[in-house]
């Protein structure tokens, strides 16, 4: 429940685009839900859109004509889009479908609602929402973080089933999730000269799911809860935040682009593309350390007279190691920060991990202490750094993971500079 004095929108002027996608259905609900709290809401619909829901539902919502064109002198005649442009506070599209996604990361101005987000300097946020194959889809990917460079806020998408048939990532949140995005107090905002002010942080977290069949999957006990507190702590500190999340039922933290995937390889190229220019990377993600050779097109079926079944195994790749070994056109990389889950000589495997793996520091874990690590709200770790002296490290006991996530950052910070030499 929000009140007036700390909803962030109480007032805010909403221009609400819609382009062409099943999901345009919970627009409706959506614009009811930002009126009650307290936006004045102005809607802009794609041609497709009209498709999926008329403009005269969500006029009657609003209580504002809806607009459709760019050319259409009646509409220039009450407020012009250049007026129009100016009046929003925020421009919200909620879905964003992929054909806008990659029209607005070009920079195209060809219909009234990508117009209106060139002439704007309104603060911008999506909603993507489309086939989970043409989310996952690099050319999508690759649309989603230059959005997100130029200063587009992404909101999901969240993963399940879809209006498609297909289970994945692409469904737009629900309308609920997005306004509790958007409804943060401004206080949470972070200061001016927060520590991590100008950084950008990448995260991996949560587990990752490797198919076996189109129904059944190999996959791990990891709830995403330790890599979104680490992603919270380093967006409250000030930093830029990415967070590479596998199938988790958490949502976004406020102010962190979260980019969904599902198997240890979209984990990977994710983490490629990012780390590269990236200052601090973490590998929190519990990934699976093998797929299936080729997943089954079908059910795997029991065999009759058969007690086993084999299944044939490869390694998936070390993403952390992979991004500890890149290097950009000046030799640079990020501060690499690797976890280490343990559940038995947690200091020696941490130590072997994080020379190994070539990591600038590891959070080593006791997966099998109860009430720790997997699952639950707390947890315990040794911090192991190396600098230029040798290694150095901390012990922290055992308390919640937002406040053990952010004394990592914050440790992670404190070695930022001298950068470590390798
Ligand atoms: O998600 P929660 O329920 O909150 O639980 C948190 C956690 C227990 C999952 C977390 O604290 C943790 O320990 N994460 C790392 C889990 C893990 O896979 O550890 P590992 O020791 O197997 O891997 C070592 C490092 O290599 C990790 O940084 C891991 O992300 C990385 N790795 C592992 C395998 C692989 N193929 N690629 C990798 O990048």
């Known amino acids: 429940m929000t009140t007036q004095s700390a909803n962030r929108l109480f007032g805010r002027r909403i221009l609400l685009g819609i382009s062409a996608g099943i999901a345009a259905y919970k627009s409706a609900q959506l614009a009811r839900l930002l009126k009650q709290a307290g936006c004045e809401v102005r809607v802009v619909m794609t041609e497709g859109a009209q498709a999926f829901i008329t403009p005269l539902t969500l006029q009657a919502l609003t209580g504002e004509a809806v607009r459709t064109s760019l050319l259409d002198p009646e509409a220039e005649a009450g407020m ?18 992929a054909d806008l996604m990659a029209r607005l990361a070009q920079g195209m101005a060809d219909d009234l609602l990508t117009t209106l987000c060139l002439a704007s300097e309104a603060e911008k946020i999506m909603a993507p929402a489309m086939n989970q194959a043409m989310w996952r889809h ?28 297909d289970v994945g990532p692409g469904r737009m949140l629900e309308p609920e999730a997005i306004v509790a995005e958007l409804i943060q107090p401004i206080s949470e905002a972070p200061h001016e000269n927060a520590p991590a002010q100008g950084l950008h942080v990448v995260i991996t977290a949560g587990p990752t799911r490797e198919p076996l069949d189109p129904v059944r999957y190999l996959s791990n006990h990891s709830s995403g809860k330790m890599g979104f507190a680490l992603a919270t702590a380093a967006a409250e500190l000030g930093a830029r935040v990415t967070l590479i999340s596998g199938p988790v039922s958490l949502s976004t933290p406020a102010g962190v682009e979260r980019i969904d995937v599902e198997t240890a390889l979209q984990m990977h190229e994710a983490s490629r593309r990012l780390a590269a220019s990236c200052d601090i990377f973490i590998g929190c993600a519990a990934v699976a350390d093998y797929r299936a050779e080729a997943a089954a097109e079908h059910k795997i079926k029991k065999r009759e007279g058969e007690d086993g079944l084999t299944l044939s195994l490869v390694k998936n790749p070390d993403i952390i190691a992979d991004v500890a070994k890149q290097r950009d056109a000046a030799g640079g990389r990020p501060f690499v920060v690797g976890f280490a889950a343990e559940t038995r000589d947690l200091e020696a495997y941490a130590r072997d991990k994080l020379v190994r793996k070539r990591l600038d520091m590891i959070v080593a874990n006791d997966v099998s202490a109860a009430g720790l690590g997997f699952g639950a709200d707390d947890n315990a770790a040794l911090l192991l750094w190396r600098n230029g002296e040798g290694e150095s490290g901390a012990s922290l006991p055992p308390q919640p993971k937002t406040q053990l996530a952010r004394a990592v950052i914050e440790r992670a910070l404190g070695c930022l500079t001298p950068r470590p030499v390798h």
Not at 80 to 97: K, N, Q
Not at 138 to 165: E, H, I, K, M
């Open 80 to 97: 012009g889009h250049i007026e129009l442009a100016r009046w929003a506070d925020i421009i919200l599209i909620a879905p964003a479908t």
């Open 138 to 165: 690099v050319a999508t990917q690759r649309n989603a973080a230059r959005l997100a460079q130029d200063g587009w806020r992404l909101l999901g998408p969240a993963s399940g089933d879809q209006a498609c048939g």
